[in-house]
T-cell receptor, first 116, second 116 residues
């Protein structure tokens, strides 16, 4: 079955420190991977995506993600965390059985808390 | 100049009632989606329309009926509301997924439905 796992419910990091939010996936064929962020009482906002090419993908707000095919991972990273980065982060993979349609399978989300 | 808008933002109603949620996007996208986010923040796709045609129809009770009068609008009608329908419902849109991609999705602010 195709799935996305975000093993940490919450990640705590001090402002200015690097952050990593983990994601692993299971999908048939080539994975198409996404990261979204959700601030309180808001809709999801797109951060970045991996389709093909460089394993390091750069996105919005200084975030980047590293695709690792052998480990089936797509971890989200940022070199220096800001308090304003505190939010709920979702990893998603496109369902490879969706006939080319953009059906996304989301992970359960990881709450990032950045402390001053 | 909101990209994806939903009305209403909050909806409180009693069991057994029928209600509708409206969604509009001004991004010129061809594909629109409805998602349900439960109390644990788990996000799952319900429906998707591409150019007014239903392309994704997940296992959702037939009390839920989407309607797309044109490609800028996607409404969700819910009959005989139940307690378990309480959730946040998100509309989203993206470029035509069959014309390249996969493309990122743009989410509306959500409609919080509470069934009492």
């Amino acid at each position: 079955a195709q799935s996305v796992a975000q093993p940490e419910d919450q990640v705590n990091v001090a402002e200015g420190n690097p952050l990593t939010v983990k994601c692993t996936y299971s999908v048939s064929g080539n994975p198409y991977l996404f990261w979204y962020v959700q601030y309180p009482n808001r809709g999801l906002q797109f951060l970045l995506k991996y389709i093909t090419g460089d394993n390091l993908v750069k996105g919005s707000y200084g975030f980047e993600a590293e695709f690792n095919k052998s480990q089936t991972s797509f971890h989200l990273k940022k070199p220096s965390a800001l308090v304003s980065d505190s939010a709920l982060y979702f990893c998603a993979v496109r369902d490879s059985y969706s006939g080319g349609y953009n059906k996304l399978i989301f992970g359960a989300g990881t709450r990032l808390a950045v402390h001053p | 100049d909101t990209a994806v808008s939903q009305t209403p933002k909050y909806l409180v109603t009693q069991m057994g009632n029928d209600k509708s949620i409206k969604c509009e996007q001004n991004l010129g996208h061809d594909t629109m989606y409805w998602y349900k986010q439960d109390s644990k923040k788990f996000l799952k796709i319900m429906f998707s329309y591409n150019n007014k045609e239903l392309i994704i129809n997940e296992t959702v009770p037939n009390r839920f009926s989407p309607k797309s009068p044109d490609k800028a609008h996607l409404n969700l009608h819910i009959n005989s509301l139940e307690l378990g329908d309480s959730a946040v419902y998100f509309c989203a849109s993206s470029q035509d997924t069959l014309a390249g991609g996969p493309y990122e999705q743009y989410f509306g602010p959500g409609t919080r439905l509470t069934v009492t």
